[in-house]
């Protein structure tokens, strides 16, 4: 823990002027981006009695070990700034708004040749006409299927469309009138777009003008005596009814305005959102986050508004923002964003008649969903706090563990060992910050000699990034007996084939930039799944390296123990502690990861094949060679010459496909086992990529497994 006064600046240094400012921590990490309209004043209010600081702000400034700023020329300027160092720093201590991109929206791919109409979650698309956010997928869905009657837009995914048109013949909602069908060419591509904008327009809020085509076309049909076709009409105006009732209106005026509503206490604020288009209710959102500093109504506001149109322009800002406080001062942001619309935007708070009724419902739903929020124990900022304080006492540590990192090994019967890391930060996961790794000292079955080469990898890594930033002067040669592979690890963003994998942001290694990086950072508590043994090979690891400042526990899974290897005896948490469900929570996710891991790599050992072997062939090439022989089983019986004949492929690159495809096994034939016949397969099993580097960083998001017989 850090005296501020050891990193405060000199009087004088710190100029009087708006600028943006960072807190790192003694790894260079940025944990607080903040703006100020003067550098001086903001900054001083941190360096004063610790005793008269909000809990998390003195935690924050003792967290801290240097901190530095940027000055820029207007308040603007400091906004948009602050903007962009919170998504790319990420900064720990700054408020952060969960379920962000999380709200299902209705889309239409206008930049398509032929519009799709569907769900879709995550950053928004260029050419893409967006509506919503709604509150569940199934609204969505319920609104589409009553309005495809009238505007029957295409909603099926490109495989199906593709299909369809290769066989000519349309899904089922094409037979029952609820798309055009344009993938047999029932329509052409522009009357195709026109049912798109038309269904744009509609779901805009420019409704009068469809329901008085329709009923003015019901009527001419009535007087034609064309009744089927005027009872079907009726049904669609029926329909276009029903999916208006859904946004009913609530603002006379057709008035596009977003109302902001916070309910707060000490510790933390939620945050409702009502997106008011035309009059009509057409989506809402909602965020919780902790109060990680000392922040005022008017903050959270300003906070929300840079969350919400932080990544908008256009339209998609609208004219109006009713909030139930301004931020201080308020000129700065109404100026960023009626630069991000390009037109004047109004922020204020609504004073009186319809606006201010429609943001007291948005006020009574921020509080329901601050109490709901509170009910939920994993959440709860004052629960976390007391599960890492009472882990601190059960284990006797000097302080509560912040960093916790926990190790699992996972196999079947001794094939495809792997290992995985998760880490939880003031008790909330730290997804990016996964690992994953690949047993490879020796093979077999060895779950103790498997933590003891994972731990060692792992904080070989950490001495390497601490000497590389200069942290590590001791002089210890940390990299003399690190493999290649392990000292170099693959390229972030890739899995184990060295392909683009999961949604890992490139990370450099530069001293002052305060972007994560890549095992750099230590626990306070290592947890291994597992008991004394497991313990004792993770210690074992750690002292041979050197580390002496980590603690490290096991949890047995037979009566959720916890073991410390220099006690005979576990130590046993009551049932009802918070410490116990929070290492439970940690140890079930590790779990979760590696056996996640290991049946994709069993699986994708499966999917092996005879091509895999070859020294030098991609993917792209392997996949040539498949199309022109058919098989496998007939590559093999081709001469070097015929192989020379597909594109790609020269001659010694021939003589070696043909010396792998002799030296490997054919496959066992297949056996009908209800005739005993021996049957001809002409489709051997497609290549398969392979296996690469040993530990990769992933974007953890798998869905949760339940355990099988893997370890």
């Known amino acids: 823990m850090a005296d501020p006064s050891s990193y405060r600046p ?74 962009s160092w919170i998504k790319e720093y990420d900064p720990r201590f700054n408020v952060k708004y969960r379920d962000d991109k999380s709200y299902p929206y209705l889309a239409v791919t206008m930049n398509e040749e032929f519009p799709r109409v569907q769900v879709m979650r995550g950053h928004k698309k260029k050419g893409v006409r967006y509506f919503g956010p709604y509150g569940h997928a199934w609204a969505i869905r319920d609104t589409v299927d009553l309005l495809l009657r009238v505007f029957p837009v295409r909603t099926c995914s490109a495989g199906v469309f593709k299909n369809a048109a290769r066989t000519g013949r349309p899904c089922l909602l094409g037979y029952i009138g ?70 009913a209106v609530v603002l006379a005026d057709a008035t596009d305005a977003d109302l902001i509503a916070v309910a707060e206490d000490e510790l933390e604020a939620a945050v409702q959102i009502f997106h008011v288009r035309g009059g009509r209710v057409r989506g809402q959102r909602g965020w919780v986050t902790d109060k990680v500093e000392a922040v005022t109504t008017g903050d959270l506001v300003e906070h929300a508004t840079q969350q919400l149109y932080g990544e908008e322009t256009g339209d998609s800002v609208p004219k109006e923002v009713l909030v139930p406080a301004l931020p201080d001062p308020v000129e700065p942001v109404q100026e960023w964003l009626t630069a991000r619309r390009g037109s004047n935007v109004s922020l204020r708070i609504p004073q009186r008649g319809d606006k201010k009724a429609l943001m007291e419902t948005v006020q009574r739903n921020a509080l329901q969903a601050l109490a709901l929020h509170k009910t939920k124990r994993a959440s709860d900022l004052t629960t976390r706090s007391r599960a890492l304080e009472e882990i601190a006492e059960a284990l006797d540590l000097d302080s509560a563990p912040l960093r916790i990192e926990c190790y699992d090994i996972s196999h079947l019967q001794g094939d495809d060992v792997v290992a995985s890391m998760v880490v939880f930060e003031d008790g909330l996961q730290r997804k990016s910050e996964y690992r994953r790794f690949q047993i490879k000292g020796f093979a077999g079955q060895d779950d103790v000699r498997s933590m003891h080469e994972v731990i060692t990898r792992r904080f070989r890594r950490y001495l390497v990034e601490k000497e590389k930033t200069g942290e590590w002067t001791d002089g210890a040669d940390t990299s003399a007996e690190a493999p290649s592979s392990v000292a170099a ?24 930039d305060g972007r994560p990086k890549r095992f750099a950072y230590p626990p306070q508590l290592v947890v291994v799944d597992g008991g004394r043994p497991q313990v004792a090979a993770a210690k074992r690891a750690l002292d041979e390296l050197g580390i002496d400042d980590i603690a490290v526990c096991g949890l047995a899974k037979r009566l959720e123990e916890v073991w410390l290897l220099d006690d ?140 099988g017989q893997e370890t």
């Open 10 to 83: 000199k009087p004088g240094q710190i100029p009087d002027t708006p600028g943006v400012y960072k807190f790192r921590d003694e790894h260079r990490r940025v944990i607080y981006v903040g703006k100020a309209k003067s550098l001086r004043q903001r900054l001083a209010s941190y360096f004063q009695d610790l005793a008269n600081l909000h809990p998390r702000t003195r935690t924050m400034v003792t967290t801290a070990a240097s901190v530095e700023w940027t000055v820029v020329s207007t308040e603007v300027e400091a906004l948009q700034l602050e903007y």
């Open 178 to 247: 609820k798309c055009s069908a344009p993938c047999v060419g029932r329509v052409s591509p522009e009357e195709h777009r026109e049912l798109a904008e038309e269904f744009c327009d509609f779901m805009a809020g420019r409704t009068g003008t469809y329901i008085r085509r329709q009923e003015q076309q019901m009527a001419e049909a009535a007087e034609e005596m064309e009744y089927e076709r005027a009872a079907r009409l009726r049904d669609d105006i029926d329909a276009l009814k029903k999916a208006m009732e859904k946004s």
């Open 489 to 512: 690890g693959p390229e972030p963003g890739t899995d184990a084939d060295g392909t683009p994998g999961g949604e890992v942001p490139e990370i450099t290694f530069t001293e002052d």
């Open 568 to 707: 005979d005896d576990p130590v046993v948490l009551p049932r009802s502690s918070e410490g116990l469900y929070l290492l439970q929570r940690v140890r079930d996710e590790a779990h979760r990861f590696a056996i996640t891991y290991q049946r994709a790599k069993r699986a994708k050992r499966f999917r092996s094949g005879p091509l895999d072997d070859v020294p030098g062939l991609g993917e792209s090439r392997k996949q040539a060679l498949i199309k022109h022989f058919g098989s496998v089983k007939k590559l093999r019986s081709a001469t070097i010459d015929q192989i020379c004949e597909v594109p790609g492929i020269g001659r010694k690159t021939a003589e070696t496909i043909a010396v792998a495809l002799a030296q490997a096994a054919p496959a066992a034939p297949a056996v009908n086992t209800a005739t005993g016949e021996i049957m001809e397969d002409d489709d051997d099993a497609a290549p398969a990529t392979t296996a690469g580097p040993v530990e990769e960083p992933v974007t953890a998001g798998a869905s949760d497994e339940r355990r």
